[in-house]
């Protein structure tokens, strides 16, 4: 890895790298050493099918060879089918694309400002969850509590108010004549994990309808396939009026999306909003092949039997190490180690020992594996994690 030339010519966003990156193949990574890595972060939940899944890379090469990009000037049947598809697994309405998480979420609080538009006073705040996380965008950003995304970049867009997350009353009090929407993530990806309870999301719900606003979930990081349902919050029974997805998604390649029921699927008009990338012929290929996937290896299944699995030998683990291992958190193959010291330590050894995962807020260790993931390679990770555990030393 050419360290100073990386720091010479890219803009300083990312901390320093650790190392590089140079190939990857099912639940494996490779850097330009030769060192093999179990891949337990999925590229921040992204690389749901592993890497280079042959039936994606196959229908990537030859969409490539037919239209990679005409704009939404026309009709893109590779579009039209994708949306038809996320329809019946999510329900009545309609899909808009996009590239990226932050930009679903974008959509999602300008479907808001449009719904806020049509009511007499005008109404614009959008309550949103402590330790929620969705993008960087300046409108992403203003919904995103911790001041470690926010500082330096006031003033941010007004109007977004912060409850407590899975504390009902706190949403309910904050509620006024100028509410319109309510925006959350069914379980808490950046934040440290933390899912929202089946009675807070339905009780949600039933605000909603009472103050006729919209009710919101952020599902880039929880959706497509990786708890166990489709979408993080299909376990709890209830139903938002509109859905961010992306991550999952594209399976690596950049593609989001919105759900919007039939009821509110008309707010947007023609000119109202786009994108240029937004569901392009490439980026829904890449999509359909994991939808392919996720029905053919019955991923879904997959994440929550084997998610399962994981969860008892990290349950183990927290036997074994009162001291350092607080809680596990999560549900499918999207879990955590609530830890009683920073992650990062954690993170390092077990990059030394051959395995990645990643850190998350409030102490805790993130583990995303592909929802392909073998029984063995769990194995090897719980190993590793035990090894990794017992190194740490506490002061
Ligand atoms: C990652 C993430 C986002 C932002 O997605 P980008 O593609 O990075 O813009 C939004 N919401 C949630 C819940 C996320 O995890």
Not at 88 to 101: A, D
Not at 145 to 152: A, D, F, T, V
């Amino acid at each position: 890895m050419d360290l100073p030339k990386h720091q010479e010519f890219l803009i300083g966003n990312y901390a320093p790298p650790p190392l590089e990156i140079v190939r990857g193949k099912g639940s494996n990574l490779w850097d330009s050493q030769g060192k093999e890595y179990l891949d337990f972060a999925s590229g921040i939940a992204v690389t749901n099918l592993g890497h280079s899944h042959p039936h994606w890379v196959k229908n990537i090469q030859q969409q490539s060879a037919e239209l990679v990009h005409c704009s939404n000037l026309f009709s893109i049947p590779e579009q039209v089918s994708l949306a038809e598809r996320l329809v019946k697994k999510i329900g009545p309405g309609k899909i808009l694309f996009c590239n990226s998480g932050a930009e679903a979420n974008e959509a999602l609080i300008k479907l808001s400002r449009l719904h806020g538009n049509q009511t007499k006073n005008k109404r614009s705040k959008v309550l949103v969850a402590t330790n929620g996380f969705h993008g960087r965008t300046l409108g992403a950003l203003s919904a995103t509590e911790s001041i470690k995304y926010r500082q330096g970049f006031e003033p941010l867009l007004p109007g977004f108010v912060f409850c407590r997350y899975n504390d009902l009353s706190d949403f309910e009090q904050s509620i006024d004549g100028q509410t319109v929407a309510i925006l959350v993530e069914s379980i808490q990806g950046e934040g440290g994990l933390e899912a929202a309870s089946d009675e807070f999301l339905l009780g949600l719900e039933t605000l909603c309808s009472k103050h006729n606003l919209l009710f919101l979930m952020d599902e880039v990081q929880a959706g497509i396939a990786r708890t166990g349902e489709f979408l993080g919050y299909q376990k709890s029974g209830t139903r938002p009026h509109a859905i961010a997805m992306a991550k999952g998604l594209g399976g690596g390649f950049p593609i989001g999306a919105i759900w919007v029921d039939q009821q509110h699927s008309q707010l947007f008009t023609p000119g109202s909003h786009g994108t240029t990338y937004g569901g392009s012929p490439l980026a829904c290929t890449a999509a359909h092949a994991v939808l392919d996937v996720i029905e053919n290896e019955n991923l879904i299944e997959q994440a929550k039997t084997k998610g399962e699995g994981f969860k008892i030998g990290l349950q183990n683990l927290a036997v074994q190490f009162p001291q350092k291992i607080t809680e596990i958190k999560g549900r499918g193959l999207m879990l955590g180690l609530g830890l009683t010291f920073d992650p990062s330590l954690l993170v390092a050894n077990l990059r030394e020992n051959g395995l990645i995962a990643v850190g998350a807020a409030r102490n805790t260790l993130r583990l995303l594996p592909p929802l392909t993931v073998k029984d063995d390679e769990i194995l090897r990770a719980l190993n590793i994690l035990r090894s990794g555990l017992a190194q740490i030393k506490l002061d």
